[in-house]
């Protein structure tokens, strides 16, 4: 199965920013939507970024304007930019297929957002 491995999160202050790694061995790594996903603690895994093959972004309204997902083919890597980081966002962020299922999860890289 593909393993996506996903990089970049710490523990930061409120208004820092962090960038995000996933890289995964797939090919022809082009033709994939793929998604940040994120889980707090006690909560569900949630979609939060998404970038389809043509690199058309979607977002959940919490990170919009705040977030950036992009996307380097050559490097198979997806990126997500995280600016104005805000407490409400820490939890353990994940990289995965955007559309295609059924998924399966790495571990991920915890970020953390506190004052």
């Known amino acids: 199965q593909v393993q996506f491995v996903a990089s970049g999160g710490g523990l930061v202050s409120p208004g820092s920013s962090l960038r995000l790694s996933c890289t995964a061995s797939?090919?022809?790594?082009?033709?994939?939507?793929f998604g940040w996903f994120r889980q707090a603690p006690g909560k569900q895994r949630d979609l939060v970024a998404s970038?389809?093959?043509?690199?058309?972004?979607d977002y959940v309204a919490s990170v919009k304007g705040r977030f950036t997902i992009s996307r380097d083919n050559a490097k198979k890597t997806v990126y997500l930019q995280m600016n104005s980081l805000q407490p409400d966002d820490t939890a353990v962020y994940y990289c995965?297929?955007?559309?295609?299922?059924?998924?399966?999860w790495g571990q991920g890289t915890q970020v953390t957002v506190s004052p």
């Open positions: 970038i389809s093959s043509e690199g058309a972004t």
């Open positions: 995965n297929y955007g559309i295609r299922t059924p998924r399966t």
């Open positions: 797939i090919t022809p790594f082009r033709v994939y939507a």
